[in-house]
């Protein structure tokens, strides 16, 4: 049998027929390794003598039961997981170093421990010792969770193996090593096969096992992207290093909807959760300023209220600036020409920043109106009403588009105290039970009617 070599990249896991000083995938220098050895050969040799099981789709409910869930009690959680933990399921978590995946997790396994599922926590990164006064500080420490801190995948293995416990918590796969692989920890080859062996045994043996990743300079989780494919449900887990808040987000799950958010507060005593987000994301708005427009935002299955903030001024450069945090830059210059070429307000010369606040970050087609709601108030220095929230998709030929969850929106920023909203006009954006709606078709006609340009 013929052993071919393989070479993948460190930094984003693709794979290469031969080593090369910079990978054509991503760009990075010196970041391509060695692979242990595939073996390949004809299609024969691999043949064995027993088939593999098959179970009939339609007999499938009668001889299985649908996999249990366990609520951890941290409903921002149990939310981003679809309605708790399925059992035997594999999850990963990403995150910047120093966000707190450590500290949710811990949360999360003294949660769990305390509603009788048995939880073993394996740091690669603290000594036990570590663990535990980072338990006391969260007042875990009479939390039932045993803790371990091992870092070779296969002592890991027996003591699950001998253990037998419902939830292990790897924190984190890029420390853990197997010794059948040669290439040092945190390499693609041993993260790869750290994740696969993990999995696939806490399948087998009926196991939840969370696996902590950290996060590259670009934000994807380092080593290769097949620790995603892996794994039944992927958080995300983010925030600005100066704000409080962090945002636990799904961006798959086999078992629950994805782009849930869970919103918790990092707190001295730990990271508490914030069942109103949209309360808490427009705490701090004080007088309605030029600029500052709050949109009504989706995201998962829950309307969230935030603030965008814009600033437009005068550029001492020849290329102005555009800088955009929170949101989308190109939809942002996309949004820019339709203004430009539609409605004739022109920003050459004009640096543009445009803020989402709290930390938050957006990705719905639906911010466009706020947002250019928000570069107009800026540019013309003219406040929006205080009592006013907006959402709309714009088209490339500035026609407003109506969008999905209207009457949840609405409802949302009545909740909160609103009383007024910019929509689009058609769709079924309901009633608004009262609000003060103001339906508009195209940008156009919103600039005329609200700015009077
Ligand atoms: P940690 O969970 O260690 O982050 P990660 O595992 O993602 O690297 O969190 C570290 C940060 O959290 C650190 O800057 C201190 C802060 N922190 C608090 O503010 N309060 C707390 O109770 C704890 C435990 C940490
Ligand atoms: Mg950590």
């Known amino acids: 049998m013929a052993k071919t070599t393989s070479f993948s990249c460190n930094a984003c896991g693709a794979v290469h ?77 990403g995150g910047d170093p120093g966000i707190g995946k450590s500290t949710l997790l ?8 305390r509603k009788g ?34 870092t070779n995948l296969r002592d890991i293995l027996t003591t699950i193996e ?32 750290a994740a696969h062996e993990l999995t696939s045994f806490a399948k087998r043996a009926g196991v939840s096992i969370i696996l902590v990743g950290h996060v590259t300079k670009d934000g994807q989780i380092a080593g290769p992207r097949v620790v995603e494919h892996m794994v039944d449900t992927v958080l995300y887990f983010e925030g600005e290093r100066g704000h409080q808040f962090r945002i636990l987000r799904a961006v798959k799950n086999r078992f629950g909807p994805a782009d849930e958010i869970g919103v918790f507060e990092m707190t001295g005593g730990g990271l508490s959760e914030v069942l109103n987000p949209s309360a808490l994301f427009l705490s701090e708005r004080g007088t309605p300023s030029a600029g500052s427009v709050v949109f ?21 450069h020849s290329q102005p600036r555009r800088a955009v945090v929170g949101w989308d830059g190109a939809r942002l210059a996309m949004i820019l020409a339709v203004l430009e070429a539609r409605c004739g307000i022109p920003f050459t010369g004009l640096d543009v920043y445009l803020n989402v606040a709290g930390g938050m970050k957006i990705s719905e087609p639906a911010a466009d109106l706020a947002v250019a709601a928000a570069l107009l108030s800026a540019r013309e220095d003219t406040a929006l009403p205080a009592d006013t929230v907006v959402f709309g998709e714009i088209s490339l030929s500035a026609a407003l588009r109506p969008v999905g969850q209207s009457e949840n929106r609405l409802k949302e920023a009545q909740k909160l105290g609103f009383s007024s909203a910019i929509l689009p006009a058609g769709g079924k954006s309901g009633s608004g039970n009262g609000m003060n709606l103001t339906r508009v078709s195209d940008l156009t006609g919103f600039v005329g009617d609200i700015f009077g340009a």
């Open 106 to 113: 811990l949360q999360a396994a003294a949660a769990f421990a």
């Open 162 to 193: 001998a253990e037998r416990p419902r939830l292990v918590i790897i924190d984190s796969i890029q420390t853990m090593w197997s010794d059948s692989v040669g290439s040092a920890p945190g390499s693609v080859s041993q993260v790869r096969a």
């Open 296 to 316: 009504s935002g989706i995201e998962g299955t829950r309307p969230v209220l935030v603030e965008l903030q814009a600033l437009v001024a005068p550029s001492p």
């Open 117 to 150: 599922l048995k939880t073993i926590y394996v740091s690669g990164e603290e000594a036990s010792a570590q663990v535990r006064l980072r338990a006391e500080r969260l007042g875990l420490s009479d939390a039932p969770v045993q803790l371990a801190a091992e």
């Open 17 to 93: 027929s031969k080593w090369s000083g910079r990978c054509d995938a991503c760009g990075e220098w010196n970041s391509i390794v060695e692979d242990a050895g595939i073996s390949t050969g004809p299609a024969k040799a691999s043949l064995g003598n027993a088939k593999g099981k098959r179970v009939p789709l339609t007999n499938l409910t009668t001889e299985e039961a649908p996999p249990q869930r366990t609520m951890s009690g941290l409903a921002e959680l149990d939310r981003v997981l679809g309605g708790g933990l399925v059992e035997a399921s594999a999850l990963l978590v």
